[in-house]
DNA sequence: TTAAAATAATTGATATATCAATTAAGTTTT
DNA sequence: AAAACTTAATTGATATATCAATTATTTTAA
């Protein structure tokens, strides 16, 4: 147990490196001039569409400053913009524009292939094991 | 099953990114001026005293730039020299100092802290199934 | 209802991640 | 031995991570 307890945060680390690393070649190989990050962001606004900034560095696990410069980069991109929210001035409005829309779309498949090609040979029983252990890990962290 | 397959790489990633959080906190409030990575580098050179930055990079899962980086502030920050290799001049001698051989000792203890607090209460063989199911996503992804 | 507290977002500073290009030193080929 | 190739490390550019400090706005409390 003890040497397993030393190694299985290396390989959580490692696994996701890996995982990001692969999905944003495959991402890079087809053109699409997004990172897993942007693809994250939009993908939230999409599902949410009166989000805030704050609320969405929660679903994506990152702080507001690195929201506000993925936010940044993105309306640079063109594939978001922001307005003031009228009912309160200090939040804003984040509206995904058909351009983002359309990466989303176009991105879709291949995430759904990477995900596939990381998972294959996995059975379900074990994956939904070790996702429960991760979903303790987080919890214990908290 | 295809529900949980969208979840596991988020549940991998927050688990990972809470962990480091939790640790480099835990790092920080009893004084210790040393990042996870830093520390991470540091161990790796102890275990591995005649090891390249290129054997480092690829133990540590980064890329050769950011282990230059890392390296440069260890230096900086006094827990590491180093110097050419004589016998291939385009290789360097890592030497980790006094200063780095004791904060390293001094943090151990903490690093323990955090991986049990971490990992309480998960049972070992759901943790042996989740670390297996973190090796096949490795394998898969490279 | 004004002062204090809380919230949302930004900015600055520093560390790390990633890719591409470059430099320097070794190795192989012809 | 010189040219071509390979390897090790660095550097530059850009993206993201994290903390602390700041600004603007809203809410709460005195």
Known sequence: MEKLNNIIFYNI???IRLYRM???KKLREHGFKITIDQWLVIKCILENPTITQHELSELVFKDNA???RIIDLLIKANYLEKEINP???RKFILQVTKSGEEIIKNVQEIILQNRNKALKGIDAKELEIADAVLRKIITNCK
Do not use: G, M, N
């Open 22 to 24: 692969y999905a944003q």
């Open 13 to 15: 680390d490692h696994s």
């Open 87 to 89: 009912d309160d001035r």
């Open 66 to 68: 690195s929201v506000t």
